[in-house]
Protein backbone atom coordinates (compact mmCIF):
# COMPACT_ATOMS: atom_id res chain seq x y z
CA UNK A 1 0.00 0.00 0.00
CA UNK A 2 1.35 3.17 -0.75
CA UNK A 3 1.50 6.07 2.13
CA UNK A 4 0.33 9.99 1.49
CA UNK A 5 2.87 12.54 2.72
CA UNK A 6 1.12 15.53 3.96
CA UNK A 7 4.17 17.27 4.62
CA UNK A 8 4.33 17.32 0.69
CA UNK A 9 0.56 18.38 -0.45
CA UNK A 10 0.69 21.69 -2.12
CA UNK A 11 0.29 24.48 0.47
CA UNK A 12 -3.24 25.68 -0.67
CA UNK A 13 -4.01 22.09 0.42
CA UNK A 14 -2.58 21.59 3.10
CA UNK A 15 -3.54 25.26 4.45
CA UNK A 16 -7.10 24.30 3.79
CA UNK A 17 -6.71 20.50 5.87
CA UNK A 18 -5.24 22.48 8.91
CA UNK A 19 -8.22 24.60 9.16
CA UNK A 20 -11.06 21.97 8.30
CA UNK A 21 -9.08 19.29 10.65
CA UNK A 22 -8.94 22.29 13.56
CA UNK A 23 -12.46 22.70 13.07
CA UNK A 24 -13.36 18.91 13.12
CA UNK A 25 -10.69 18.83 15.86
CA UNK A 26 -8.81 15.92 14.46
CA UNK A 27 -6.00 15.43 13.30
CA UNK A 28 -4.81 16.22 9.71
CA UNK A 29 -3.99 12.85 8.85
CA UNK A 30 -7.05 11.57 10.30
CA UNK A 31 -8.87 14.70 8.36
CA UNK A 32 -7.73 13.33 5.22
CA UNK A 33 -9.16 9.48 6.28
CA UNK A 34 -12.71 11.27 6.80
CA UNK A 35 -11.82 12.88 3.06
CA UNK A 36 -10.98 9.88 1.46
CA UNK A 37 -13.65 7.94 3.56
CA UNK A 38 -16.32 9.86 1.95
CA UNK A 39 -14.86 10.30 -1.70
CA UNK A 40 -14.89 6.49 -2.04
CA UNK A 41 -18.13 5.84 -0.48
CA UNK A 42 -19.58 8.29 -2.56
CA UNK A 43 -18.56 6.45 -5.57
CA UNK A 44 -20.53 4.21 -7.56
CA UNK A 45 -18.29 1.39 -8.01
CA UNK A 46 -17.47 1.31 -4.38
CA UNK A 47 -18.98 -2.21 -2.29
CA UNK A 48 -21.62 -0.43 -0.05
CA UNK A 49 -21.89 2.48 -1.91
CA UNK A 50 -25.71 3.87 -1.59
CA UNK A 51 -25.27 4.36 -5.40
CA UNK A 52 -23.06 0.96 -6.10
CA UNK A 53 -24.41 -1.08 -9.16
CA UNK A 54 -27.44 0.89 -9.07
CA UNK A 55 -29.94 -1.22 -10.49
CA UNK A 56 -33.27 0.60 -10.83
CA UNK A 57 -34.03 3.93 -8.77
CA UNK A 58 -37.10 2.27 -7.02
CA UNK A 59 -34.02 -0.27 -5.04
CA UNK A 60 -31.59 3.36 -4.73
CA UNK A 61 -34.69 4.47 -2.86
CA UNK A 62 -35.35 1.32 -1.22
CA UNK A 63 -31.62 1.76 0.28
CA UNK A 64 -31.57 5.20 1.09
CA UNK A 65 -31.74 5.72 4.61
CA UNK A 66 -35.19 5.03 6.23
CA UNK A 67 -34.95 8.77 7.67
CA UNK A 68 -35.01 9.94 4.17
CA UNK A 69 -38.98 8.60 3.99
CA UNK A 70 -40.06 10.63 7.19
CA UNK A 71 -38.80 13.89 5.79
CA UNK A 72 -39.29 13.07 1.85
CA UNK A 73 -40.44 16.43 -0.25
CA UNK A 74 -39.73 18.31 2.63
CA UNK A 75 -37.84 21.55 2.58
CA UNK A 76 -35.70 23.45 4.60
CA UNK A 77 -34.40 27.29 4.77
CA UNK A 78 -31.05 26.89 5.74
CA UNK A 79 -29.14 30.05 7.18
CA UNK A 80 -25.61 29.70 7.07
CA UNK A 81 -24.06 32.38 9.70
CA UNK A 82 -21.36 34.35 9.43
CA UNK A 83 -18.49 31.98 11.46
CA UNK A 84 -15.77 29.11 10.66
CA UNK A 85 -17.43 26.44 11.14
CA UNK A 86 -19.51 28.09 8.22
CA UNK A 87 -17.70 25.35 5.80
CA UNK A 88 -19.60 22.58 7.31
CA UNK A 89 -22.79 23.70 6.36
CA UNK A 90 -21.68 23.42 2.98
CA UNK A 91 -21.55 19.30 4.18
CA UNK A 92 -25.06 20.29 5.79
CA UNK A 93 -26.44 20.63 2.61
CA UNK A 94 -25.18 17.92 0.88
CA UNK A 95 -26.36 15.34 4.19
CA UNK A 96 -29.72 17.03 3.73
CA UNK A 97 -29.95 16.44 0.04
CA UNK A 98 -29.16 13.18 0.49
CA UNK A 99 -32.16 12.70 2.84
CA UNK A 100 -34.00 13.95 0.16
CA UNK A 101 -34.75 17.44 1.43
CA UNK A 102 -34.73 20.33 -0.49
CA UNK A 103 -32.74 22.87 0.26
CA UNK A 104 -32.55 27.00 -0.44
CA UNK A 105 -29.79 28.93 1.49
CA UNK A 106 -29.46 32.06 3.13
CA UNK A 107 -25.79 33.69 3.82
CA UNK A 108 -25.48 36.54 5.99
CA UNK A 109 -22.68 39.15 4.83
CA UNK A 110 -20.38 37.83 7.22
CA UNK A 111 -21.13 34.22 6.08
CA UNK A 112 -19.95 35.10 2.45
CA UNK A 113 -15.87 35.86 4.49
CA UNK A 114 -16.18 32.04 4.66
CA UNK A 115 -18.44 30.53 1.81
CA UNK A 116 -19.05 31.59 -1.44
CA UNK A 117 -23.13 31.78 -2.65
CA UNK A 118 -21.69 30.13 -5.69
CA UNK A 119 -20.40 27.19 -3.46
CA UNK A 120 -23.77 26.93 -1.64
CA UNK A 121 -25.57 27.32 -4.63
CA UNK A 122 -23.97 24.33 -6.58
CA UNK A 123 -24.27 21.84 -3.72
CA UNK A 124 -27.92 22.88 -3.23
CA UNK A 125 -28.79 23.59 -7.03
CA UNK A 126 -30.79 26.36 -6.16
CA UNK A 127 -30.36 30.19 -6.10
CA UNK A 128 -28.58 31.52 -2.90
CA UNK A 129 -30.01 34.39 -1.02
CA UNK A 130 -28.16 37.31 0.28
CA UNK A 131 -29.36 40.52 0.86
CA UNK A 132 -32.39 41.73 2.26
CA UNK A 133 -33.03 44.62 -0.23
CA UNK A 134 -32.50 42.56 -3.31
CA UNK A 135 -34.90 44.11 -5.55
CA UNK A 136 -34.90 40.34 -7.93
CA UNK A 137 -36.29 38.34 -4.19
CA UNK A 138 -37.91 41.12 -2.61
CA UNK A 139 -40.18 42.52 -5.10
CA UNK A 140 -42.64 39.94 -3.70
CA UNK A 141 -41.23 39.86 -0.07
CA UNK A 142 -39.28 37.34 -0.45
CA UNK A 143 -38.00 36.97 3.07
CA UNK A 144 -41.53 36.33 3.48
CA UNK A 145 -41.76 33.56 1.22
CA UNK A 146 -38.17 31.94 2.62
CA UNK A 147 -39.50 31.94 6.06
CA UNK A 148 -43.06 30.52 5.22
CA UNK A 149 -42.34 28.12 1.81
CA UNK A 150 -40.73 25.74 3.54
CA UNK A 151 -40.67 23.09 6.59
CA UNK A 152 -37.87 24.27 8.91
CA UNK A 153 -35.68 26.83 8.75
CA UNK A 154 -32.18 25.49 10.16
CA UNK A 155 -29.19 27.98 11.17
CA UNK A 156 -25.59 26.97 11.19
CA UNK A 157 -23.75 27.91 12.36
CA UNK A 158 -25.85 30.25 14.71
CA UNK A 159 -23.61 32.57 15.55
CA UNK A 160 -23.65 34.90 19.32
CA UNK A 161 -24.63 37.70 17.33
CA UNK A 162 -27.24 35.88 15.21
CA UNK A 163 -29.08 34.37 18.18
CA UNK A 164 -29.11 38.06 19.61
CA UNK A 165 -30.60 39.51 17.30
CA UNK A 166 -33.67 36.44 16.99
CA UNK A 167 -34.01 37.17 21.27
CA UNK A 168 -34.23 40.65 20.64
CA UNK A 169 -36.71 40.79 17.49
CA UNK A 170 -34.06 42.38 15.01
CA UNK A 171 -34.65 42.65 11.42
CA UNK A 172 -32.32 44.40 9.66
CA UNK A 173 -30.71 41.92 7.01
CA UNK A 174 -32.29 38.94 5.39
CA UNK A 175 -31.31 35.98 7.77
CA UNK A 176 -32.83 38.12 10.83
CA UNK A 177 -35.60 39.24 8.48
CA UNK A 178 -36.68 35.58 7.83
CA UNK A 179 -36.36 34.62 11.49
CA UNK A 180 -38.67 36.89 12.47
CA UNK A 181 -41.22 36.27 10.08
CA UNK A 182 -41.10 32.62 10.87
CA UNK A 183 -44.18 30.49 11.32
CA UNK A 184 -42.24 27.58 10.80
CA UNK A 185 -40.22 25.52 13.47
CA UNK A 186 -36.62 26.62 13.72
CA UNK A 187 -33.45 24.68 14.13
CA UNK A 188 -30.22 26.50 15.52
CA UNK A 189 -26.76 24.84 15.56
CA UNK A 190 -24.96 27.18 17.72
CA UNK A 191 -21.13 27.65 16.91
CA UNK A 192 -18.80 30.32 18.63
CA UNK A 193 -15.68 30.79 20.98
CA UNK A 194 -16.40 29.10 24.31
CA UNK A 195 -15.68 32.35 26.04
CA UNK A 196 -18.97 33.81 23.91
CA UNK A 197 -21.37 30.81 24.59
CA UNK A 198 -20.68 31.07 28.41
CA UNK A 199 -21.12 34.91 28.32
CA UNK A 200 -24.21 35.91 30.11
CA UNK A 201 -25.64 37.81 27.53
CA UNK A 202 -25.55 34.75 25.18
CA UNK A 203 -26.65 32.96 28.33
CA UNK A 204 -30.16 35.08 28.70
CA UNK A 205 -30.17 35.01 24.99
CA UNK A 206 -30.15 31.07 24.87
CA UNK A 207 -32.80 30.60 27.06
CA UNK A 208 -35.10 32.99 26.09
CA UNK A 209 -34.88 31.47 22.34
CA UNK A 210 -35.57 28.27 24.08
CA UNK A 211 -38.43 29.69 25.87
CA UNK A 212 -39.68 30.89 22.31
CA UNK A 213 -39.31 27.42 21.12
CA UNK A 214 -36.30 27.28 19.10
CA UNK A 215 -34.55 23.58 19.24
CA UNK A 216 -30.82 23.82 19.47
CA UNK A 217 -28.38 21.21 18.64
CA UNK A 218 -25.45 21.46 19.74
CA UNK A 219 -22.60 22.97 20.26
CA UNK A 220 -19.93 20.36 20.97
CA UNK A 221 -17.49 20.73 23.29
CA UNK A 222 -13.70 19.86 21.39
CA UNK A 223 -10.60 22.52 19.95
CA UNK A 224 -11.46 25.66 18.65
CA UNK A 225 -10.13 26.67 15.07
CA UNK A 226 -8.52 29.35 16.87
CA UNK A 227 -4.78 28.08 18.22
CA UNK A 228 -5.16 26.19 21.72
CA UNK A 229 -8.17 26.86 22.22
CA UNK A 230 -10.94 24.76 23.68
CA UNK A 231 -13.82 24.20 25.07
CA UNK A 232 -17.69 24.01 24.41
CA UNK A 233 -18.89 25.96 21.26
CA UNK A 234 -17.95 23.57 18.49
CA UNK A 235 -20.59 23.77 15.68
CA UNK A 236 -22.69 20.13 15.89
CA UNK A 237 -20.98 17.48 12.73
CA UNK A 238 -23.13 17.68 9.23
CA UNK A 239 -24.86 14.50 10.15
CA UNK A 240 -25.89 15.69 13.64
CA UNK A 241 -27.54 18.20 12.39
CA UNK A 242 -29.46 16.29 9.55
CA UNK A 243 -30.52 14.30 11.90
CA UNK A 244 -31.76 16.64 13.62
CA UNK A 245 -33.97 18.23 11.15
CA UNK A 246 -34.85 14.73 9.90
CA UNK A 247 -35.95 14.47 13.59
CA UNK A 248 -38.31 17.57 13.90
CA UNK A 249 -39.44 17.06 9.96
CA UNK A 250 -40.63 13.63 10.85
CA UNK A 251 -44.83 13.05 11.48
CA UNK A 252 -44.80 14.17 15.37
CA UNK A 253 -44.30 11.11 17.61
CA UNK A 254 -45.73 10.27 20.70
CA UNK A 255 -44.15 12.93 23.49
CA UNK A 256 -45.25 11.77 26.74
CA UNK A 257 -42.55 13.82 28.81
CA UNK A 258 -43.39 16.75 27.04
CA UNK A 259 -42.63 19.60 29.44
CA UNK A 260 -41.56 17.67 31.79
CA UNK A 261 -37.98 19.07 33.03
CA UNK A 262 -35.44 15.00 33.82
CA UNK A 263 -32.51 15.42 35.59
CA UNK A 264 -29.82 12.54 34.60
CA UNK A 265 -26.37 11.79 36.54
CA UNK A 266 -24.02 9.94 34.13
CA UNK A 267 -20.30 8.17 34.30
CA UNK A 268 -18.05 7.69 36.80
CA UNK A 269 -16.32 10.51 38.88
CA UNK A 270 -12.68 11.47 39.23
CA UNK A 271 -11.36 12.46 42.62
CA UNK A 272 -7.93 13.92 42.78
CA UNK A 273 -5.23 12.19 44.76
CA UNK A 274 -2.57 14.95 43.10
CA UNK A 275 -2.91 17.17 40.16
CA UNK A 276 -2.01 14.24 38.24
CA UNK A 277 -3.23 11.08 39.98
CA UNK A 278 -7.26 10.30 40.60
CA UNK A 279 -9.33 7.36 42.29
CA UNK A 280 -11.89 6.21 39.14
CA UNK A 281 -14.13 3.60 38.82
CA UNK A 282 -15.11 1.33 35.72
CA UNK A 283 -18.02 3.01 34.51
CA UNK A 284 -18.73 4.38 30.71
CA UNK A 285 -21.31 6.28 31.04
CA UNK A 286 -23.75 4.81 28.27
CA UNK A 287 -26.46 3.86 30.50
CA UNK A 288 -27.26 7.45 31.65
CA UNK A 289 -26.50 8.96 28.52
CA UNK A 290 -29.40 6.53 26.64
CA UNK A 291 -31.38 7.18 29.28
CA UNK A 292 -31.31 11.33 28.52
CA UNK A 293 -31.31 10.70 24.74
CA UNK A 294 -34.47 8.75 25.35
CA UNK A 295 -36.05 10.92 27.95
CA UNK A 296 -35.31 13.60 25.20
CA UNK A 297 -37.30 11.69 21.99
CA UNK A 298 -39.85 11.32 24.74
CA UNK A 299 -40.19 15.26 24.75
CA UNK A 300 -38.56 15.73 28.13
CA UNK A 301 -36.39 19.26 28.85
CA UNK A 302 -33.29 16.81 30.31
CA UNK A 303 -30.18 18.17 32.03
CA UNK A 304 -27.39 15.16 32.10
CA UNK A 305 -24.88 15.78 34.71
CA UNK A 306 -22.00 14.13 33.74
CA UNK A 307 -18.44 12.48 34.74
CA UNK A 308 -15.54 12.08 32.31
CA UNK A 309 -16.65 9.90 29.72
CA UNK A 310 -15.64 9.41 26.22
CA UNK A 311 -19.04 9.83 24.61
CA UNK A 312 -20.94 12.82 22.50
CA UNK A 313 -23.87 14.78 23.97
CA UNK A 314 -26.52 13.33 23.05
CA UNK A 315 -28.66 15.64 20.55
CA UNK A 316 -31.20 18.50 22.47
CA UNK A 317 -30.02 17.73 25.45
CA UNK A 318 -28.29 20.56 28.14
CA UNK A 319 -25.21 18.45 29.17
CA UNK A 320 -22.92 19.22 31.93
CA UNK A 321 -19.37 17.91 32.49
CA UNK A 322 -17.71 17.49 36.15
CA UNK A 323 -15.08 15.80 37.49
CA UNK A 324 -15.60 14.56 41.29
CA UNK A 325 -18.81 13.83 43.02
CA UNK A 326 -18.88 17.35 44.96
CA UNK A 327 -18.74 18.82 41.50
CA UNK A 328 -21.37 16.67 40.93
CA UNK A 329 -23.87 17.33 43.84
CA UNK A 330 -23.48 21.34 43.10
CA UNK A 331 -24.12 20.82 39.45
CA UNK A 332 -27.45 19.16 40.49
CA UNK A 333 -28.31 20.64 43.30
CA UNK A 334 -28.03 24.18 40.73
CA UNK A 335 -30.08 22.22 38.01
CA UNK A 336 -33.44 21.62 40.47
CA UNK A 337 -36.22 21.92 40.05
CA UNK A 338 -36.75 18.83 37.99
CA UNK A 339 -40.39 16.56 37.52
CA UNK A 340 -37.52 13.32 37.42
CA UNK A 341 -34.16 12.82 38.43
CA UNK A 342 -32.66 9.74 37.74
CA UNK A 343 -29.22 9.27 39.13
CA UNK A 344 -26.92 6.54 36.58
CA UNK A 345 -23.63 8.17 37.76
CA UNK A 346 -21.19 5.53 39.58
CA UNK A 347 -19.88 8.06 41.84
CA UNK A 348 -16.89 7.41 44.20
CA UNK A 349 -17.75 7.32 47.33
CA UNK A 350 -14.91 8.25 48.63
CA UNK A 351 -12.48 10.97 47.91
CA UNK A 352 -8.73 11.82 49.30
CA UNK A 353 -8.63 13.95 52.30
CA UNK A 354 -5.32 14.71 52.05
CA UNK A 355 -5.21 15.65 48.61
CA UNK A 356 -1.81 16.57 47.25
CA UNK A 357 -1.25 20.39 46.14
CA UNK A 358 1.80 19.26 43.59
CA UNK A 359 2.40 15.41 42.98
CA UNK A 360 3.44 13.32 45.24
CA UNK A 361 6.79 11.90 45.14
CA UNK A 362 8.59 8.66 46.24
CA UNK A 363 10.57 8.94 49.07
CA UNK A 364 12.50 6.81 50.95
CA UNK A 365 10.10 7.47 53.60
CA UNK A 366 7.88 4.61 52.16
CA UNK A 367 4.12 4.81 50.11
CA UNK A 368 2.27 8.06 50.97
CA UNK A 369 -0.89 7.56 53.67
CA UNK A 370 -4.03 8.04 51.67
CA UNK A 371 -6.89 9.21 53.88
CA UNK A 372 -10.14 8.38 52.73
CA UNK A 373 -13.11 10.52 53.44
CA UNK A 374 -17.01 9.65 52.17
CA UNK A 375 -17.97 11.68 49.69
CA UNK A 376 -21.63 13.33 50.05
CA UNK A 377 -24.61 11.10 48.77
CA UNK A 378 -26.12 12.93 45.65
CA UNK A 379 -29.25 10.34 45.49
CA UNK A 380 -29.63 10.38 49.04
CA UNK A 381 -29.06 14.06 49.57
CA UNK A 382 -31.43 15.03 46.59
CA UNK A 383 -34.28 11.97 48.10
CA UNK A 384 -34.39 13.70 51.45
CA UNK A 385 -34.26 17.50 50.12
CA UNK A 386 -37.55 18.97 51.63
CA UNK A 387 -39.00 21.78 49.05
CA UNK A 388 -37.05 20.94 45.99
CA UNK A 389 -37.28 17.15 45.85
CA UNK A 390 -38.22 16.20 42.39
CA UNK A 391 -41.47 14.02 42.48
CA UNK A 392 -40.08 11.17 41.30
CA UNK A 393 -36.45 9.99 42.26
CA UNK A 394 -35.02 6.75 40.53
CA UNK A 395 -31.48 5.74 41.67
CA UNK A 396 -29.61 2.62 40.48
CA UNK A 397 -28.08 0.17 42.38
CA UNK A 398 -24.41 -1.50 41.25
CA UNK A 399 -24.03 -4.44 43.07
CA UNK A 400 -21.97 -7.71 42.44
CA UNK A 401 -23.75 -9.81 44.89
CA UNK A 402 -27.36 -9.95 46.53
CA UNK A 403 -28.55 -7.84 44.14
CA UNK A 404 -32.26 -7.86 45.07
CA UNK A 405 -31.42 -7.67 48.53
CA UNK A 406 -29.14 -5.03 48.45
CA UNK A 407 -30.93 -2.73 46.05
CA UNK A 408 -34.19 -3.25 48.36
CA UNK A 409 -32.00 -2.08 51.55
CA UNK A 410 -30.60 1.07 49.17
CA UNK A 411 -33.83 1.93 48.13
CA UNK A 412 -34.97 2.38 51.54
CA UNK A 413 -31.42 4.22 53.04
CA UNK A 414 -31.28 6.56 49.75
CA UNK A 415 -35.43 7.56 50.29
CA UNK A 416 -35.86 7.09 46.44
CA UNK A 417 -38.68 5.90 44.83
CA UNK A 418 -37.55 3.70 42.11
CA UNK A 419 -34.17 1.94 41.51
CA UNK A 420 -32.73 0.13 38.74
CA UNK A 421 -30.76 -3.09 40.16
CA UNK A 422 -27.96 -4.09 38.05
CA UNK A 423 -25.26 -6.57 38.72
CA UNK A 424 -21.77 -5.69 37.39
CA UNK A 425 -19.35 -8.36 38.44
CA UNK A 426 -16.92 -8.74 35.79
CA UNK A 427 -18.06 -11.54 34.78
CA UNK A 428 -21.93 -9.75 33.23
CA UNK A 429 -19.78 -6.95 30.65
CA UNK A 430 -21.95 -4.27 31.81
CA UNK A 431 -19.67 -1.59 33.03
CA UNK A 432 -18.25 -0.24 30.08
CA UNK A 433 -20.60 -2.88 27.94
CA UNK A 434 -23.54 -2.18 25.60
CA UNK A 435 -26.10 -4.24 27.31
CA UNK A 436 -27.64 -4.87 30.76
CA UNK A 437 -29.23 -6.82 32.59
CA UNK A 438 -31.48 -4.64 35.25
CA UNK A 439 -34.30 -4.97 37.65
CA UNK A 440 -36.43 -2.19 38.31
CA UNK A 441 -37.52 -1.92 42.01
CA UNK A 442 -40.71 0.07 43.05
CA UNK A 443 -42.24 1.57 46.16
CA UNK A 444 -45.19 -0.54 45.88
CA UNK A 445 -48.32 1.93 44.86
CA UNK A 446 -45.61 4.72 44.84
CA UNK A 447 -46.83 6.85 41.72
CA UNK A 448 -45.29 10.02 41.61
CA UNK A 449 -46.17 12.14 43.91
CA UNK A 450 -47.36 9.78 46.76
CA UNK A 451 -45.36 9.42 49.85
CA UNK A 452 -42.78 7.25 51.30
CA UNK A 453 -44.39 3.55 52.58
CA UNK A 454 -42.52 0.49 54.11
CA UNK A 455 -39.44 -1.53 52.80
CA UNK A 456 -41.39 -5.00 52.15
CA UNK A 457 -43.88 -3.17 49.91
CA UNK A 458 -41.15 -3.31 47.21
CA UNK A 459 -42.27 -4.47 43.77
CA UNK A 460 -39.56 -6.27 41.77
CA UNK A 461 -39.67 -6.28 37.47
CA UNK A 462 -36.67 -8.39 35.85
CA UNK A 463 -36.24 -7.69 32.59
CA UNK A 464 -34.41 -9.47 29.77
CA UNK A 465 -30.89 -8.58 29.01
CA UNK A 466 -31.23 -6.06 26.79
CA UNK A 467 -29.06 -2.90 25.09
CA UNK A 468 -28.63 -0.06 27.34
CA UNK A 469 -30.80 2.25 24.87
CA UNK A 470 -33.73 -0.34 25.06
CA UNK A 471 -33.00 -0.17 28.40
CA UNK A 472 -33.24 3.68 28.71
CA UNK A 473 -36.48 3.47 26.08
CA UNK A 474 -38.32 1.33 28.05
CA UNK A 475 -37.37 3.05 31.89
CA UNK A 476 -38.76 6.49 30.06
CA UNK A 477 -41.84 4.50 29.12
CA UNK A 478 -42.89 3.48 32.83
CA UNK A 479 -42.18 6.57 33.62
CA UNK A 480 -44.24 8.14 30.92
CA UNK A 481 -47.05 5.43 31.79
CA UNK A 482 -46.70 6.46 35.77
CA UNK A 483 -47.38 10.17 34.79
CA UNK A 484 -50.60 9.32 32.94
CA UNK A 485 -51.86 7.01 35.89
CA UNK A 486 -51.12 9.86 38.57
CA UNK A 487 -52.51 13.07 36.16
N1 LIG B 1 -24.91 7.62 44.48
C1 LIG B 1 -24.83 8.98 44.63
N2 LIG B 1 -23.82 9.53 45.35
C2 LIG B 1 -22.89 8.75 45.94
C3 LIG B 1 -22.94 7.36 45.76
C4 LIG B 1 -23.97 6.83 45.03
O1 LIG B 1 -25.69 9.70 44.11
N3 LIG B 1 -21.93 9.32 46.62
C5 LIG B 1 -26.06 7.06 43.75
C6 LIG B 1 -25.73 6.38 42.45
O2 LIG B 1 -25.81 7.30 41.39
C7 LIG B 1 -26.81 5.33 42.38
C8 LIG B 1 -27.07 4.98 43.82
O3 LIG B 1 -26.60 6.07 44.57
O4 LIG B 1 -28.00 5.86 41.87
C9 LIG B 1 -26.41 3.72 44.30
O5 LIG B 1 -25.06 3.74 43.96
P1 LIG B 1 -24.16 2.46 44.25
O6 LIG B 1 -22.79 2.74 43.81
O7 LIG B 1 -24.86 1.24 43.75
O8 LIG B 1 -24.26 2.36 45.81
P2 LIG B 1 -23.47 3.06 46.96
O9 LIG B 1 -24.21 4.27 47.39
O10 LIG B 1 -22.07 3.24 46.58
O11 LIG B 1 -23.62 2.00 48.12
P3 LIG B 1 -22.77 0.64 48.34
O12 LIG B 1 -21.38 1.09 48.55
O13 LIG B 1 -23.42 0.06 49.54
O14 LIG B 1 -22.97 -0.22 47.14
Known sequence: MASLTIRKLDDAVKAYLRLRSAGNGRSVEEEVRV??????QGRPDFPGSPSASMASPAEASARAPAIADAANQASVTLIIGGGIAAFKSLELIRRLKERRIEVRCVLTKAAQQFV?????SALSHERVYTDLFDPGSEFDAGHIRLARECDLIVVAPATADLMAKMAHGHADDLASAILLAADKPILLAPAMNPLMWNNAATRRNVLQLRRDGVTMIGPNAGEMAETNEAGVGRMSEAV???????????????????GKRVLITAGPTHEPIDPVRYIANRSSGKQGFAIAAAAQAAGADVTLVSGPVDLRDPAG??????ESARDMLHRVEAALPADIAIFAAAVADWRVANEGEQKLKKTSAGMPPLQLVENPDILATISKM??????????????????????????ARKGCDWIVANDVSPATGVMG????????????????????????????????????????TELVARIAKSLEKNS
Do not use: C, Y
Open 35 to 40: ILGELI
Open 116 to 120: TPLSA
Open 240 to 258: EIAAAAVDILRPPRPRPLL
Open 317 to 322: VTVIRV
Open 386 to 411: KDKRPPLVIGFAAETEHLIENAKAKI
Open 433 to 472: GDRNTVHLLQRAGKEIGAGNIAVDNIEVDSWPVMTKEQVA
